[in-house]
């Protein structure tokens, strides 16, 4: 019975990694049930890395607590694990825990806020918060809310949301679904509307993963504050939204006001089975958006044919009179056929009477049945252009495919064969690509259907595909893409002959193929699997054009893995390629063999006949296949270690082969020692001569033994040392081996200091790997002393992930050193430096040493700059407040470009109106390029703080500003049409944009210069009607504005503008009247301006939506155009224009334009006579 550490690291010695990990925990129970574990336990944990491992392994299956309770924080990364996984399955007391949090490393901290994750220690966690954040800031805490309590997280989650890492959102919300939500409602009703798109961008993951426990809050979201485009998560979810409620999914999707990217991504089929069965009212508008998409095709094929007619013509109509409604090809073929030859009738004779384009014809003329579409189609390709040509044969093809009869799609074969031998690629390449799209079950059939005609030559339908390839292949300007049809088609049909019906199972699931409608929708049905020579002619086809496809190209390709007997049929495909095969294997050559191996993938494994043929090619094929053969052969994981025992056992050198030292690696690695003795075999069949000596992939070398781990690293240092190969080659190795305990510290060591050329590569790479080591933070000092010098850049690379397994005080200190050195240090360094300080540091000591560096005499400006912008993720310390005060005041150019490269999304809410303050000082303290920029950004700070909307009216009333004042203008008008509270939005008196044309009014009364050069000509008028400009669209506020204007007669064109945009043509008739009239009292008696207002009414109204009611507006005219004056006429006609278009010129917009043509004013009269009541 074992009971020492030396008597179990004996036992241990012979066995392979997982037979060691079994026996340890074997020995662990036995000897914890006797009360003899601990001495063991002690004994390994004082040795290396290996029986530390061991320990904590035997700790943790035999239920020792105290042993893992002292490794929580441990640096080996391996015991730290068990510890943590024995800290979930053990009673390990929660002192233990609050204990590794003292000066523990970030990457610590990070797995001990996993552990936390779970919620079974809720008081744990919520303590853990408290104290975390006084000590390491925000971020660690905001990692532990997971942990903690629903009502504990709702409370702090407003304050520590900013330092939530992108991929811990949705952690946080599959435990606090509640919590998350509340919290993206207020910053979502709290944020400018134009920040919210990268808003639902960043926190996508968390509301995504809130979606399942409450879907009617996010859909209430996604109404009142949606993003233009679904986020990829949301998205996902989408099913779950249209499960709740169909209707206001689609209403939303719909919404013509969502500036939606014009591809955007459309839901998958799924989602679109569930819409079609849903049928929700606004189907069909969001339909009309997807028209031109293929997303349109899905949504139609989910829906039983017999409702796609009349579902068509509802899209058609809900796109509107001037949506391009023309029908695709592509659609039409989704209808039940009647439907589909009649509507391509019409269609044909439509195009026909309009002399359209031949391509236009024939795209309606393939939708016809075959008797009547071909013989057109086949006197088409008469034509000398190749393209119409190609085109056709896809055309005839599909119009095959149609039909769903295997022998129409037969027909169609034997044409193209006896027509195509002599055509050039392109035409071939099409016809084929047209055949290889239809669907293989189809095609499948068809290869197996009647026999051979008399117009083919006397070939049925496989010897026509077969004449069509080979013809293709053979001539001398056959192209990679023809090829890759081909491969294509002899992949699919030996993946579709391989399915059910070849062995003799009905095909009942035929999918749909492009061009080719569901509507079908018919299986090809039982007559396929009845008859049984269909599957096998088709296997015997594909089998013909793989083996012609090698021999022209001299390579195999089967698809990619999986793709051949997905459905059974594995006998049938054997025999099928095994006559092929063998005769390939007669050569020495296995390349179809593996092909097929590939392309089974993982079902392989289940094929005793292709397991036999793999183990047979070990004893026949070439050494230079020999490699490829072995790892298909021990591809199998349930067989690997058993038979990788069986290859060396019959060709020992195959130890060398990488396939082979993978296997041996990462499982038998009691069999390792063979590949790293010292010398090479001299007799043995592998490697070969002039190769280089493979090594074990070091990935696995944790699985080692001590001295595997040694001899291993002893190789790969004499490989690095080789300067026979290639540098990349040797940097490459010193990055693998760096992970290997001990041995892998030591070999980079040797590196961190060399000189030359080669040196310096092998020196970079040395560099960059410390940090991957199975001790990073050992060699943080190495790292650091580089600093000044040419290896920098790498070095801190490295420094930054070593940071993160380093104590905090040991890294404070060395960070200090290098941002307080006055010399030697390079200005990349100390940007390093700084970060490194706010991301390990703790908050407080954080804040000192930045404060002290950014007060440093003669600090550099990027240094500076990036000191700044790391001030945001330490507040609310006061320090950082006086840094950024500092900044916005007298700060370098860098740092005000820091200040305004944050948005109000990127800080907590209580930070968002002192912030805001120091923006906008920007336009009176920075830089003419910088201050433009703070004047664009201040619209979003306008919300939080008075002082950025009183900056933005003074500099634009400030006539003698040197800044770009249209920048001031853009923002002024966006937050008065913005939803914000008056006094922000609106022009209500005591408004911000009231407040500047107030004061712009004052100036002009006042009077103003003019004739002057830029800015010299009547400056304050010019900037009042550039901010009430045609921007302005809301009707309300334009009225608002023109009363306002109305006591300056000098700005009467300006109001006049305003009043256009302020008519309503939805408001009722006295509303509208009234708006009109106004409209008519500013310009009576100025016939000139009465004409501009008439065609400014038509330029402002005429494009939109049509009215849902008119009547009004219509009454409207009648109105003014009963009046008789010249002003009332004028105005009448570009009314009556107006509504024409937006109606598309119903008999009631006609009527008033008929009815002016009589009125008594000539200008009235020609006005209504100019009027094309077509809208053309």
Known sequence: MISTADELLAALEPLPHSARLRYTAVTAHRLAARGALRPLLTALDARGPYERRLAALAALTAGEPGHLAAR??????????????????????????????????????????????????????????????????????????????TEFTARLLPELAGALAFEDWSTLAVRHPAAVLDHAERELGDLPERLRNSWWGRHATGIAAALPAAPGRVLDLLERYGPDGLPGPVHDRLGDLVALDAERVARWLADPERAAERWERTPGRAVMRQLAAAAPPSLPRLAARWFHRKAFTVLLRSMPPSRRPGFLDAVVAAGGPRRNSHVREGVLALLPAAERHARARAGAEALRAERSTSWELWDRIALLPPAEARPELLAALATVDAEDR????????????????????????????????????????????????????????????????????????????????????????????????????????????????????????????????????????????ADADRPAAALRTAVRLLEALTAHTGTVDLGPPGTVLRGGGTRAVLDALGPWMDRAAARGDVTPLLALAMSCGHRAYRIPELQDRLEQALHTCPDEVFGEVAAAWLADPATRGDRVAELLAREPSAVFLPEVLAVLAAERTDLLDRALSETLPRDGRFPAAGTPRPLPPFRYADRWLPRQQQAAVRLAAAAVADPGRGLDERAALLRAVAPVPEHGRALLRRYTASAGHAESVLTAAALDAAAHTDDPASALDALLDHAGDDRAAAAWSAASCAAAHARPTRVAALLRDVLTRESGVKVTVRKAAARLAARHLPQGAATALLSTVARTPGIHPDVHATVVGLATTLLPAEGMWALLESAAGAGSQAAVRILLGTNPADLARAHRSRFGELVALLPFTAEQQAADRALYSLQDWAQYTPAAGTALADVYTDLASPLTVSRAGYALRALAQSELPHPIGGAEPGSLLRDVVDRLLALVAAGEPEGGGRGGDLPARRRLQSLIGSSIRDHRMCAVLARRLAAEPALTATRTALLVR????????????????????????????????????????????????????????????????????LLAVGLATVLGARQNWPDSCRAPVLELRRHPEQEVREAAYATVLGGD
Do not use: K, M
Request: proline share 7%.
């Open 72 to 149: 929580l924080a441990d640096p080996d990364p391996v015991v730290r694990r068990y510890a943590l996984r024995g800290a979930r399955r053990l009673p390990l007391p929660d002192a233990a825990v609050e204990a590794a949090y003292d000066d523990a490393p970030a990457v610590v901290r990070a797995d001990l806020a996993r552990l936390l994750r779970d919620g079974r220690r809720p008081e744990l966690a919520e303590r853990l918060v408290l104290r975390v954040r006084t000590e390491y800031g925000d971020q660690d805490a905001a990692r532990l809310l997971t942990g903690c309590s």
């Open 390 to 529: 190609g085109a056709i044969w896809d055309w005839l093809a599909a119009n095959a495919g149609h039909t769903r009869d295997p022998g129409e799609v037969a027909e169609a074969l034997t044409l193209a064969a006896g027509r195509l031998a002599n055509e050039r690629d392109p035409v071939r390449g099409e016809a084929l690509s047209a055949f290889a799209d239809l669907p293989a079950p189809l095609l499948v059939a068809a290869l197996g259907a009647g026999a051979p005609t008399a117009s083919a030559g006397g070939r049925n339908a496989p010897e026509s595909l077969e004449r069509l390839c080979l013809d293709a292949l053979r001539a001398r300007d056959c192209s990679s893409g023809t090829r890759d049809t081909i491969r294509t088609l002899a992949a699919t049909l030996l993946a579709a002959a391989a399915g059910p019906a070849a062995d003799g199972a009905p095909a009942t699931d035929v999918p749909a193929g492009a061009g080719v409608p569901a509507a079908a929708e018919t299986a090809i049905g039982t007559g396929a699997a």
């Open 1062 to 1129: 302020a008519v309503d043509l939805e408001a009722a008739e006295p509303e509208l009247l009234l708006s009109l009239r106004e409209l008519t009292a500013a310009i009576e008696g100025r016939p000139v301006l009465a004409v501009r207002v008439a065609e400014d009414l038509q330029g402002a109204h005429r494009y939109g939506d049509p009215l849902s009611d008119p009547a009004a507006s219509l009454a409207a005219v009648r109105a003014l155009g009963g009046d008789g004056g010249l002003v009332e006429g």
